[in-house]
Nanobody, 118 residues
Framework: QVQLVESGGGMVHPGGSLRPSCTASRNIFSIYAMGWYCQAPGKQREMVATIGRANNTTYADSVKGRFTIPRDDAKNTVYLQMNSLKAEDTAVYYC????????????WGQGTQVTVSS
């Protein structure tokens, strides 16, 4: 079992920055890929950024050049560095840990609200 605890959401003005964090209950980064997903009201949850075991990253087109997904293995923590925030980035952001090797596993954090508003 893995618990993911998120923090660091909040409200900012357009153009501002936030850095939510996701801390895992144990060292899992060597066998789990990590990711951040967002869900706006009335919409489906969608991928924002992922980081694989080898530090390979992927980003949604809408956040490329603005967001990064740094990871601190010593702290079992992955971050979502959000810069140049826009109103359309407003959503609940969820941390995800997934293991595709057998036995597979998939865990979600509780979510953290990010609101971008003037």
């Amino acid at each position: 079992q893995v618990q993911l605890v998120e923090s660091g959401g909040g409200m900012v003005h357009p153009g501002g920055s936030l850095r939510p964090s996701c801390t895992a209950s144990r060292n899992i980064f060597s066998i789990y890929a990590m990711g951040w997903y967002c869900q706006a009201p009335g919409k489906q949850r969608e991928m924002v950024a992922t980081i694989g075991r080898a530090n390979n990253t992927t980003y949604a087109d809408s956040v490329k050049g603005r967001f990064t997904i740094p990871r601190d293995d010593a702290k079992n923590t992955v971050y979502l560095q959000m810069n140049s925030l826009k109103a359309e980035d407003t959503a609940v952001y969820y941390c995800n840990a997934i293991k595709i090797a057998w036995p597979t596993a998939n865990y979600w954090g509780q979510g953290t609200q990010v609101t971008v508003s003037s």
